[in-house]
């Protein structure tokens, strides 16, 4: 939403509807970069003809930007596309996005129309529509592959222009010793402009930086995750410009139309590859802390390695026949020249049948023992069906045997390597059985690495085996080089450095810690571990990193200095942003949360590991709920949610349709609390709060409505509109209402009870002008409502009309538009897109804020919130403030006789107070519902304890008690 909101206040011309500058040649693309200073460049002669023969929309621009700030990296891509038709042409906005990366926003401008897209949680069996964006999960095939592909199509108006907006994020991981990012240029068509800018801000010294020569075809993009060792000097691609420092390296490319076409005339240019490193220590690592987070990045250099126990588990079924098993042959001789001497190993062959080459041992490297294993390796036959039960069995057993046997050293690492082409099909067939089976055999002993070779294979079964087994899955494609890969993995796990690392905090100091216990660290990899610091105000975090090494323990410890790395941080930050004043601006404000979103990345992988190794049904719906709740968060297009956006449709008079309006359906039920209409005159676009619209994904092109949710009721007790109070007395069966004449800009009490059970609810007001016609000269609305809670911890939420702010386990931001729920233990709540929120605490108190918002407002509308008691049994009888002093409350009417000229009159008994009151009729609910009630004039004296001054409070977070006492006499 921060891209979007930047990129359309600089954007204005991109609103508007057809120009005559989009019709020729030399379209001057208003958004030709995001800091619009390029100028339009004149379609090259040579290449005219082939771009006027085209019958699909023209990509006049394509601008890929990157920030990577401490191996985060942020990439904003933008599209801008022509149809230089008079009819109506179908645009695809396609790109290949990283298998690792998440993506975090999408927009199309086309027609002078904005299509914000929105994540929402996935439904159970989610169909993919046509014209949508590609979830990040594909059925049963857990592990990633190596990349996504990102697709979306919509309709261009004739001689008219659409810009697409995309940005994902993803955490570069270290292998072998390097960092890589990757960019995919396959705009499938040449592009008059084509630029890419990366730039890397780093804590630590940016070293041995490489930028490889465009990477095409599957197999070697496949292999980009294990890279092959690279000459010393390679050549970037044509007009790569690299502009290095100590701390921050900027490449760009930017290939104009002729060069392009010498590459290739498709436009599938490949992958832009960046390989580097960063400077480090023996320390404990690098942690950098920014706004209550941290970030550590730990990978220890100059360690001997560590002896390792591996079993060869590999797949000879029928289907391994010819490349697959000549490939995987060539990878395992490689590999068996590079085990070291203090090694042990063994291989076992599997199809229908299992064949162990060396019986009930793992065997030392030695030049004898090598030579047997290639004759083994060489004589491999493909032949039957696939016993993966029988090979995991067996390859535990060999382990086990070894680790209780007098060779075994103490501080070695053990691991089998199993891959496989297939599904199980011989003996036990069933993915739990053999989960169940391997957990039993393993006895958390050691570590399976799994790899799965084509498209046959069933990968949820290997990634769960990998996951409950403190192993990791590698997928090599059909297509791609097996042997490069399988060596490649090989490489990156072939060198064990640490086992069995913990990593330790002052336990008071810190909260939410990402995985923190580690079986293995590998030569060339790196650990990193986030989390969220209990008191911004800590001045130093103590760290302990424990680990094993060959014969011997380590303990490293040191006390951090969190403000000095706060400060460093911000620098970083800083050094980023100013690297990026000619490139991605747009960035600039999302990356300044940068370790927040490294935590809440890391946060969501690993809910999505949780789940993936959950053993009951209960465990694995909380992993994915505290996942999706994440997702939402963060915006993130996660296998647990759907990228929705409204599908563009081009009206028969070449403008595109208006957006749609939803209104409630026949027979929903009546007493559901409604949404967003004051007086008829705020934008009901969500109808009521108990249903939503169904996800435009998977029904482009219409607009339908979910069955809707239970009824909310909620007692009439409240604050709404002008603000008009209502207050209900259940035992008094009387309900009184006043009115109350703030000024724009005092926060008022609402609810008093800090003391007691630890809330407060604080209300701030808006102005805004009378309408014509009224007595009055402005009225005040509630722009925001802030509720704080002390126990069991103090949490906060503020609702305003576009967004709520959760600080309770964590500090989330959510969109008011969408619907989604979230629990972080002292407070919960529960938004209905559009409508409203329900915020509980403890169960027992419940509060429902309304959403009104206007979708053309008047001079004298104003976007506002109505504020309702939904549940006040946990709050105390001494609740106080403008509403909370009247729940335990009892009143009574009373008629005064006529005196002389004094017309009878009726007055509410008020503790030992008389106030005047008259009949009325109140509009609650958003004016669906009328109440009638007895309304005191003159800002309810007389009504309320002490003066309207008294409720008004010095900010929106006071917790200051009643200043008269409480309202018990």
Not at 85 to 104: D, K, L, N, R, W
Not at 317 to 343: C, N, V, Y
Not at 951 to 961: C, K
Request: a neutral charge.
């Amino acid at each position: 939403m921060l891209l979007f909101a930047l990129l359309v206040c600089s954007m204005p011309s991109v609103l508007g509807q057809q120009e005559e500058s989009q019709l020729g040649d030399e379209f001057d693309l208003d958004l030709a970069d995001f800091d619009l200073e390029i100028a339009p460049r004149r379609v090259p002669r040579q290449v005219k003809t082939i771009l006027t023969k085209e019958t699909k929309p023209h990509i006049q621009e394509l601008s890929i930007k990157t920030t990577i700030i401490s191996r985060y990296a942020f990439t904003a891509v933008y599209c801008a596309m022509l149809n230089r038709h008079t009819a109506a042409s179908e645009g695809v906005f396609q790109f290949q996005i990283p298998a690792g990366a998440y993506v975090s926003n999408f927009t199309m401008i086309i027609g002078g129309r904005v299509y914000q897209s929105e994540v929402r949680p996935k439904g159970k069996r989610v169909k993919q529509g046509s014209g949508t964006a590609r979830n990040k999960e594909a059925g049963d095939a857990s592990p990633e592959p190596e990349v996504e592909i990102f697709k979306m199509a919509a309709n261009i108006p004739g001689r008219n222009r659409a810009i697409f907006l995309l940005t994902y994020e993803e955490l570069l991981q270290r292998r072998l010793g390097r960092y890589e990012h990757t960019t995919s240029l396959r705009p499938l068509q040449l592009v008059s402009r084509l630029n890419m800018d990366v730039t890397i801000v780093d804590h630590s010294p940016i070293t041995d930086l490489q930028v490889l020569p465009l990477r095409n075809g599957r197999s070697s993009s496949a292999s980009s995750s294990n890279p092959p060792k690279t000459p010393a000097k390679v050549q970037p691609p044509v007009t790569t410009v690299i502009k290095k420092d100590k701390n921050v390296c900027k490449i760009t490319f930017s290939p104009n139309i002729v060069q392009q076409a010498k590459i290739t005339t498709n436009g599938l240019l490949g992958d832009f590859v960046i390989r580097y490193d960063v400077q480090r220590d023996m320390g404990i690592g690098d942690i950098q802390v920014l706004n209550g987070h941290f970030v550590h990045y730990f990978a220890p250099k100059d360690l001997p390695a560590v002896p390792k126990n591996v079993v060869f588990v590999i797949d000879t079924s029928a289907s391994m026949l010819g490349t697959k098993i000549r490939q995987t042959k060539e990878a395992l001789f490689t590999i068996l020249r590079d085990l070291r001497p203090g090694d042990r190993f063994n291989f076992i062959s599997f199809s229908n049948r299992i064949k162990v080459w060396q019986q009930n041992r793992l065997v030392p490297v030695t030049p004898l023992n090598v030579r047997d294993a290639k004759k083994f390796i060489f004589t491999l036959a493909t032949t039957g069906g696939t016993n993966i039960d029988g090979a995991i069995q067996a390859g535990s057993s060999l382990l086990r045997e070894h680790l209780s046997g007098p060779e075994a050293s103490p501080n070695s690492v053990s691991l089998i390597i199993f891959l496989t082409d297939g599904r199980p099909t011989v003996g036990e067939i069933q993915s739990s059985a053999i989960l169940g089976n391997t957990r039993s055999a393993v006895q958390e002993k050691f570590c399976i690495f799994t790899i799965g070779l084509g498209n046959d294979v069933d990968y949820r079964l290997l990634e769960r085996m990998s996951l409950e087994n403190c192993g990791m899955t590698r997928r090599i494609p059909e297509d791609a080089n097996a042997s490069t890969m399988l060596k490649g993995f090989y490489d990156e796990i072939g060198t064990p450095l640490l086992s069995d690392i913990r990593i330790n905090y002052t336990e008071d100091s810190v909260q939410y810690v990402t995985q923190h216990l580690f079986p293995n660290y590998f030569n060339g990899s790196e650990i990193v571990i986030a989390g969220k610091l209990k008191n911004q105000s800590t001045e130093s975090l103590h760290v302990q990193v424990t680990a094993s090494n060959n014969d011997k323990s380590i303990v490293l410890e040191t006390d951090v200095p969190l403000r000095q790395r706060q400060t460093e941080t911000e620098s970083n930050v800083k050094a980023a942003t100013a690297a990026m004043a000619e490139g991605a601006k747009v960035l600039g404000s999302i990356t300044e949360d940068f370790v927040e979103r490294v935590w809440g990345f890391l946060s969501v992988k690993e809910g999505l590991r949780a789940r993936l190794k959950s053993q009951t049904s209960k465990e694995r719906e909380n992993h994915i709920q505290q996942a999706t709740n994440l997702s939402m968060t963060y915006h993130f297009l996660s296998p647990l949610t759907n990228l929705e956006v409204e599908k563009p449709e081009v009206l028969p008079d070449n403008t595109m349709a208006p957006e749609p309006t939803l209104t409630p359906g026949a027979g929903e039920a009546d007493n559901d609390l409604p949404g967003d209409a004051e007086d008829g005159q705020t934008d009901n676009v969500g109808g009521k709060p108990g249903s939503q619209t169904s996800p435009v994904s998977n029904n482009i092109g219409k607009v339908q409505r979910r069955p809707a949710k239970k009824s909310i009721t909620v007692s009439k007790t409240s604050a709404d509109g002008d603000p008009h109070f209502v207050v209900e007395f259940p035992l008094s069966k009387l309900t009184v209402c006043f009115n109350i004449n703030g000024e724009p800009g005092h926060v008022l009490r609402l609810v008093s009870d800090h003391k007691y059970s630890g809330v407060t609810v604080n209300g701030k007001l808006i102005g805004a002008p009378a309408p014509p016609g009224s007595h009055k000269q402005q009225r005040t609305y509630f722009s925001t409502i802030t509720i704080v809670v002390d126990r069991p911890r103090r949490a906060y939420i503020e609702v305003t009309p576009k967004k709520v702010i959760l600080d309770g386990l964590d500090r989330m931001v959510l969109p008011c538009h969408s619907t989604v729920s979230v629990d972080s233990g002292a407070l919960s709540v529960s938004i209905v897109g559009k409508s409203n929120v329900t915020v509980t605490v403890g169960g027992n108190i419940s509060f429902v804020i309304l959403l009104h918002q206007y979708k053309n407002p008047a001079t004298y509308q104003r976007d506002h919130l109505g504020f309702y008691i939904g549940q006040s049994k946990g709050l105390s009888h001494n609740c106080h403030g403008l509403l909370g002093q009247f729940l335990y409350e009892e009143v009574g009417l009373a008629q005064l006789p006529a005196e002389g000229d004094i017309k009878p009159s009726t007055v509410l008994k008020v503790k030992d107070r008389s106030v005047p009151v008259v009949q009325k009729n109140r509009k609650i609910y958003s004016g669906t519902q009328s109440v009638d009630c007895w309304f005191a004039r003159n800002n309810a004296a007389k009504l309320i304890d002490g003066r309207y001054e008294d409720y008004v409070t010095s900010h929106m977070f006071d917790t200051g008690d009643w200043p008269h006492g409480t309202n018990r006499v």
